[in-house]
């Protein structure tokens, strides 16, 4: 696979691929991150695009820019959104490319995503991967953020079978964060889903579980945006537990998903994998039988609430 030229995304450089199904765009020098997702010939950007938003932090202003990025968890000022808009190295892979980030000084970590497309599919995979570079170990999770077009809707599965044969021990759990409220009118649960309309409200939400499925949906218009990952029920957690996140805000809405708590000793590294889907809805026969639900459920719908 070769890169296909450089590109532009508000003034920073990029650079794409592509495999005949999707196109994918990223920084050229900044992120890692991920810029642009799009069905081939499609047109529309798929991700959010936030070329003016940052905020300051103890290491100075830092520019998210929209997309997909890596993050530590859990979340702390100190360490958390760290500057990183400048000093990518990027690395052509035969099915894709490598994004590596130089190390970070305030943590020692040094952050990569391994992008690979799939052959003539709408699917590829990203390996997120964390490695301690410095002298002491570190507690940390990997944090897998995609921030998407508002328009659409986040689709959370969730469990509604029994644990065990008497069904008498609960089987799903629920958090929310500070400004988070159950009465959000973005907000709506069914037996097997948990549904969060993405746009805008005057006031953020942000909603965890951990989802035993191990996938995250989004639907905008007629396509259908899964990212599995590996759910691992027997590991701890951070976030109450968490693996799958949504948070939804006047800008954008972010699918999360976060692998287990570790301790990176020095020279150790960790990985947390997601598999990303595309799929048109006119087109039943290529959706797969396990969004079905999901996409009934959203036809039905009631209207959102103001």
């Excluded at 609960?170 to 948990?194: A, G, H």
Aim: with cysteine.
């Amino acid at each position: 696979m070769t890169i296909i030229g450089k590109g532009d995304f508000f003034g920073l450089p990029t650079g794409r691929i592509e495999n005949g199904a999707l196109e994918v765009e990223f920084l050229w020098e900044a992120g890692p991150r991920l810029v642009r997702l799009a069905l081939q010939g499609a047109g529309e950007n798929l991700l959010a695009e936030a070329p003016s938003l940052s905020w300051e932090t103890p290491h100075g202003r830092y520019f998210p820019h929209g997309g997909h990025r890596l993050w530590l968890a859990p979340e702390t000022a100190a360490r958390t959104s760290i500057p990183d808009d400048s000093g990518l190295k990027v690395e052509q892979l035969p099915d894709g490319v490598r994004l590596l980030q130089p190390t970070e000084a305030p943590t020692a970590i040094r952050k990569a995503i391994d992008v690979r497309l799939t052959p003539g599919q709408p699917r590829l995979t990203l390996a997120h991967s964390l490695a301690n570079e410095g002298s002491a170990a570190i507690e940390l999770a990997p944090w897998a953020i995609t921030m998407l077009r508002h328009g659409g809707v986040a689709v959370v599965p969730q469990p509604n079978e029994p644990v065990e044969a008497d069904g008498l021990q609960p089987n799903r759990s629920w958090v929310l964060w500070p400004r988070s409220r159950w009465d959000d009118p973005r907000l709506r649960f069914t037996e097997s889903f948990c549904f969060v309309e993405s746009r805008p409200l005057g006031t953020p939400g942000k909603f965890g579980t951990f989802n035993r499925h191990g996938w995250l949906g989004y639907l905008r218009g007629d396509v259908l945006f899964i990212k599995r990952f590996e759910p691992q029920p027997e590991s701890l957690h951070t976030d109450l537990g968490c693996n799958a996140e949504v948070y939804v805000c006047d800008e954008y809405l972010e699918l999360e998903s976060l692998g287990p708590l570790c301790t990176l000793a020095p020279g150790e590294s960790v990985v947390h994998t997601e598999t990303w889907e595309l799929y048109r809805t006119g087109d039943p026969a290529s959706v797969p039988a396990p969004y079905h639900a999901a996409l009934e459920a959203l036809q039905h719908r009631p209207r959102p609430r103001p």
